[in-house]
């Protein structure tokens, strides 16, 4: 077998997951009630959609999209803060494009941008370091988001900036840590969750382990999860397998890529860099401990401690159910501003922006 | 995404044709050509192992057996 085969076309096989599907349905035969079960991971959400998971899955196992695309989660108060740094003719905004739609208060970064703000759109945080190497008279500032995935990538760069004695690099942090939203939902009695796919890419760096604790406190069982369409399959078959055997434990699928212990280096480099801190989700609300912000050693490229911005109180659309969408609530399609006034040309909340926002996928794919 | 080539921390790796470039300083392991490796914005963050993909096309395979679900 070559390695394409093995590490990618086999887990598309179509006849192979539609055998998974019919033993799924086999399976659901025997719950004595539906079962709900939630992704919490942009990539999955994609997936899902994009192969048609729903519709191979009988009606009483049911998927649910959780928070699990971090631009969806960042606060509008975020992209406040980026857009009024911005403003400053000396500096040079860095970012991930998928930031750049994201509705602020009153505007997105691409709007200034359209504005004359000068906004870079980087593959890689390394980038904005090359960026702040190159321009020694202006300030760059990284609009660092992302979960566990993200994180340590950006403590690279701090770390790179340092070594390179640049003082005119930094980064606004909206940093997001995986196990927390999870632990709130799995709570929330009108979701009832049965069963998490847990994230792909996050726990490549925090590992099955993670996940213990919310097994063990919410007897919710947990499968970490690849993202082809047979990963995702036997994910399901795993967390239906431990529903009829009334287990509640952390199971790897996607152990081609995730160990128990998770990713060590990637682990030390954020806990060097970062350091455990309440943050603002959009939909959630204020989590106790569910975000990273940079030490107070790297205060000097922490944008927050060297800006001190001070910006009016954030204006959401309330008519924009994101929140709900991202709780699981809702589904795209229960939205009204969903694919009328909200599409990914002219987005209203988040979940249409990002590629990973279950709006985006679910417009781009249908049901 | 396979590796094609590396210079230090450095990597080009490989999708349906596709090259990207790719920082390793994330990872433990050493990495050698025609290893591969999940990159996440432009960071390598995890490297696939061949005998769990093998191991788990195989379970797939599988159909789960009565004592599975009982």
Known sequence: MTGEMKFKDEFRDKSLVQNMAANIRRMAERLSAPVNFMEVCGTHTMSIYQYGIRSLLPENVRLVS????????????YVDKAIASAADPDTIVATFGDMLRVPGSHSSLMEQRAGGADIRIVYSALDAVALAKKNPERRVLFLGVGFETTAPTIAVTILE????GLKNYCVLASHKTMPVPMEILSGDPELNI????CPAHVSTVIGGNAYKPLAEKHHIPCVVTGFEPADVMQGIE??????????????????RAVSWEGNPKAQAILRQLFEPCDAVWRGLGLLPGSGLAIRGEYAEFDAEMVLKLDIPEAIENRACLCGEVLKGKLAPFDCPLFATTCT???????????????????????? | MKVVSRDGDTVIAE??????????????????????????????????????????????????????MA
Request: hydrophobic share 35%; net charge negative; glycine share 8%.
């Open chain 1, 344 to 367: 990914p040309e002219s987005p209203v909340g988040a979940c249409m922006v990002s590629s990973e926002g279950t709006c985006a996928a679910a417009y781009k794919y249908g049901r």
């Open chain 1, 194 to 197: 049965n069963g998490y796919l």
């Open chain 1, 66 to 77: 959780g928070p699990g695309c971090p631009v969806c989660v960042t606060p509008t108060g």
């Open chain 1, 238 to 255: 795993m967390l239906l397998a431990q529903t009829l055997r009334e287990e509640s434990k952390v199971e790897i699928q996607y152990r």
């Open chain 2, 15 to 68: 999708v349906d044709g596709v090259q990207r470039e790719a920082n390793i300083t994330l990872l433990e392991e050493n990495i050698d050509i025609g290893d591969y490796l999940i990159i996440h914005a432009g960071f390598a963050i995890s490297k696939l192992d061949e005998e769990y993909a093998e191991e788990t096309i195989r379970l797939m395979r599988e159909v789960f057996s009565e004592e599975d």
């Open chain 1, 161 to 164: 900036a340092a070594r390179l």
